[in-house]
């Protein structure tokens, strides 16, 4: 059974940082893309970062310079550094991991406050 389990969600204010962390098993997790996405009231889950099994990070425009995406292959784990933290951040934040077929962990909530 594939899990994805997120933690180091929040609450911070605005300028703070927070460390995301994704647990997965069940999966050759070195084999795998992985991600961060996040979801906030009424609007779309969107990418936040990726990282293949090889090769460099992708981040959205919001994320650059700002948040950092890691993987610990032999941890099985993926992390989301996210610092200069702003308002616009809180989201419910998700992990992702994708090869043939996709996992989603269940998500962890992230609130900055002004």
């Known amino acids: 059974q594939v899990r994805l389990v997120e933690s180091g969600g929040g609450l911070v204010q605005a300028g703070g940082s927070l460390r995301l962390s994704c647990a997965v098993s069940?999966?050759?997790?070195?084999?795998?893309?992985v991600g961060w996405y996040r979801q906030a009231p009424g609007n779309e889950r969107e990418l936040v970062a990726a990282l293949g099994s090889g090769g460099p990070a992708n981040y959205a425009e919001s994320a650059k310079g700002r948040f950092t995406i890691t993987r610990d292959n032999a941890k099985n784990a993926v992390y989301l550094q996210m610092n200069s933290l702003k308002p616009e951040d809180t989201a419910i934040y998700y992990c992702n991991a994708r090869l043939w077929a996709e996992y989603w962990g269940r998500g962890t909530q992230v609130t900055v406050s002004s």
């Open positions: 069940g999966l050759t997790f070195g084999n795998y893309a």
